[in-house]
C-alpha cells in the first residue's frame, strides 16, 4: 500500500492509498466517535460504499459551492456539531473536494481550540494537491479565502474509485497543480509525467502513480515552508496569470484551466525576456497544450487583463513577484513591472496562442 | 518600567506596565500600520489619551457584551477590517477587558490566516490574569466558549489608569483570579498578597505590584503548558463550583463572586475530607470573606444545584476531577463523585456560611 508521511510543525501526518472504501470507513466508524462531513454529490453516487457513515455521531451532507464557503456555513455547522454532543476526543471525517476540505479544515481548527479531523478527497486536485499542505481558506463576503488557518489533518486516504465519477473540467483542475508539481521539480518527474499524464482518464494505476508523485514534490516544499515563508511561494506558479484570467472572464475559464494558460503565459514572458530557451517553451508548451479545452484565449483588452494583475495580494505598488520559469526544474520568483513590455508580451502571447 | 517576558510555543511576547497612555498610543500609531478595536465605554472614559486612535488606518467601536461575542460579531469585523484594506503585516490594536481580547484575539489568528495584535487590557481581571496565556473563546448560539484559538498578542501595556474608572464588581472579578493565582503559588506570594490586597482599590503602586505578581504566577503556569495538557488545568481552581453557582443564580452572582465562593466552598470541602486542616481553611477564608458581596449564598436546592455541577465538560458520568485545596501552595486535582457525601459537604458549608 502506498503510503506518504508529512512532517508538520503543528503535528505530522500521513497519506494512505486505499483500495476497499467501505472498509475504511467501517475502521474509522469502529475505532473513533466520528462526525462526518460529506459532498451531499458524493453521496448520492457512493452511498453503498458510505452506507456506514450513518452510524457517526453526526452526519452533514454539505452543497459544494463557493457561495457556501463562508464564515456563516462554519457557524452553522459548529452549531450543528455541538448540538450532536462534539467532543475534543472525536474526529471530523471530511468527504470530499478541496471546499469541502476548507470548511472541515477550519471547522476543526476553531471548535473546542481545535480537534482533530481525517480527509478523504474525492477530486483528482485534492488527491494530487490540496489534501497536504494544512491550508484552509473562507471567504467573508466577496472576499475570497480571507479568513484561515494552518491545521492539518491527522490522515488523508486516497481512494482513486473516486475517480470514476469526476467530470472532465474536474480532471482539468488537478492536471494543472500536478503538471505544475512537474515543473518545478523538473527531471525524471517532468519526463515522467510527460508520458503518462494522459493515461490519468483510464487507467487507475497510472493515475495513482502520477497522484503519489505530485504528492511527494509538495510534500518536499511544504515540509521546508509549511508556513508560506519563501519556498512554498512557487507553488503560486500560474497562479497569478491564472487568477486574473478567471476574473477577467468572471470565471468562465475554471480555475484549473486558468493555471494551465497562466502558466503558458508566464514561460511565453519568460522567453521574450531570454530567461527561457525558445526550445525548452515548446517543449513544455506541447504537453500545456494537450489539456487546454479552448482554441483562443478570449482576452480583448489586455489593459484591462493588466488591471486584474494588479488585483492579486503580492503586489506592492505597480511591481508583483511573478513566478516565471528559467526551464524545467527552474522555477523562480522574478519581480516584474506593470508596464508597457508587459503589455506587448502579453499582446505577443495572446496572437502566438490564438493564431500560432 | 515593569517588564514580563513570557514564552510560548507559538510566538514569545511580553508584558510592559506603562505610565503614559497617550505616548503609548502615539507610538503604536507612528511604529505600525493600525487597526484598533476598542471598548465603547473605554473610549468614551479615555477619549482624550486616545485620541489619536482615529489617525489609524481603521477603528472599530465595541459593546463589549456576552451576546456580542459571536462568530457572526467576528465576520463583522473581519469584513470591516477587509473593507478598510486591512494587510498581512498590519497590527490590530486591543483596548478592553476580557470579552473584547477574546473577539480581537480570535479575530487576528484566523484572519489572512494569522496577523499580529496588541492588547491593552482595561479591567483588572484581563490585567493579571487573562491578558497572558493565548486562549480565546467565542460563543455559538448557547454554547458558551465553544469556539477559539491560542493566538497570544506580540506586546501587552498595562496601565493602571484605567482601574481610575472600574466598578466593584470589575474589581471583584480580577481579585477572584489574583488570590487563586496567589493561594496556588503559595508561601510569600500569599502572605504579601494577604497584607496588600485591600489596598488594590486606591493605591496605584501596590496595584501594580498585585497585578505584576499575580502574572508571574501565571507565567510560570502557561509557559509549562500553554495549550492546557496538565499542570494549567489548576488555574480552574474555583471555577467548577463557581460555574455551577452562576448557573445555579442566573448569572446573578457574577464571575468573580462566583470563582472566590467556588474556592471557598471546595476548601471547604477539602476540609471536610481532612485534606486541609481547619485552622488553614479559617485562615484562607477570613480573606476571601472580605471580598465576598453577600452574607448569604442563595442555594435552597443542593440536588439542584449538583444538577449544575454535572454539566462541566469536565465531568465523566458522575465524577469530576474537581480542584481542591490540601494547604496553601498546594492546590491538586481531586476526582470526587456526585454522591450522598458531596450533597452533605454542600448542605455543611451552606448553613456554615450563611448563619456561621
Redesign the interface.
Known amino acids: 500500500m502506498l503510503n506518504i508521511k508529512i512532517k508538520s510543525n503543528i503535528k505530522d501526518y500521513q497519506v494512505i492509498f486505499i483500495k476497499d472504501l467501505t472498509k475504511q470507513i467501517h475502521d474509522l466508524i469502529t475505532n473513533y466517535s466520528t462526525h462526518f462531513l460529506v459532498d451531499i454529490n458524493i453521496w448520492k453516487k457512493y452511498e453503498k460504499e458510505l452506507t456506514q457513515i450513518k452510524l457517526a455521531k453526526s452526519v452533514k451532507y454539505f452543497s459544494a459551492i463557493e457561495k457556501n464557503k463562508?464564515?456563516?456555513e462554519?457557524?452553522e455547522y459548529?452549531?450543528f456539531l455541538?448540538e450532536n454532543n462534539v467532543q475534543k476526543k472525536d474526529k471530523i471525517i471530511v468527504i470530499g473536494g478541496g471546499l469541502v476540505q476548507d470548511i472541515g479544515s477550519?471547522t476543526s481548527?476553531?471548535?473546542?481550540?481545535?480537534i482533530e479531523w481525517i480527509f478523504i478527497p474525492t477530486t483528482l486536485l485534492s488527491m494530487a494537491d490540496s489534501c497536504i499542505g494544512s491550508?484552509s481558506?473562507?471567504n467573508?463576503?466577496k472576499?475570497k479565502n480571507?479568513?484561515?488557518?494552518?491545521h492539518p489533518p491527522i490522515e488523508i486516504y486516497i481512494y482513486s474509485g473516486f475517480l470514476d465519477t469526476l467530470l472532465k473540467n474536474d480532471f482539468i483542475n488537478g492536471i494543472g497543480e500536478i503538471t505544475k508539481h512537474a515543473l518545478i521539480k523538473g527531471g525524471k518527474a517532468y519526463s515522467n509525467l510527460e508520458k503518462e499524464l494522459e493515461k490519468i482518464y483510464s487507467n487507475k494505476n497510472a493515475a495513482e502513480k502520477i497522484i503519489f508523485d505530485s504528492l511527494l514534490i509538495k510534500k518536499e516544499i511544504v515540509e521546508e515552508d509549511e508556513l508560506e515563508k519563501g519556498i512554498r511561494k512557487l507553488l503560486n506558479y500560474g497562479h497569478t496569470f491564472g487568477h486574473a484570467l478567471e476574473g477577467y472572464t468572471k470565471n468562465k475559464i475554471p480555475h484549473g484551466l486558468g493555471v494551465l494558460i497562466g502558466m503558458d503565459l508566464a514561460n511565453y514572458i519568460s522567453m521574450k525576456r531570454k530567461l527561457l530557451t525558445q526550445q525548452e517553451f515548446e517543449k513544455i508548451h506541447a504537453l500545456l497544450k494537450k489539456f487546454i479545452s479552448v482554441k483562443s484565449i478570449p482576452i480583448n483588452n489586455v489593459d484591462l487583463y493588466i488591471k486584474f494583475l494588479s488585483t492579486d495580494k503580492k503586489v506592492v505598488e505597480n511591481k508583483v513577484d511573478a513566478i516565471l520559469c528559467k526551464g524545467i526544474g527552474k522555477i523562480k520568483i522574478i519581480r516584474i513591472v506593470f508596464d508597457k513590455e508587459l503589455n506587448n508580451n502579453i499582446q505577443s502571447y495572446l496572437k502566438y496562442f490564438n493564431h500560432g
Open positions: 463562508t464564515l456563516v462554519v457557524n459548529i452549531e455541538l477550519f481548527h476553531i471548535i473546542k481550540r481545535g491550508k481558506g473562507i467573508i463576503g472576499y480571507q479568513v484561515g488557518s494552518f
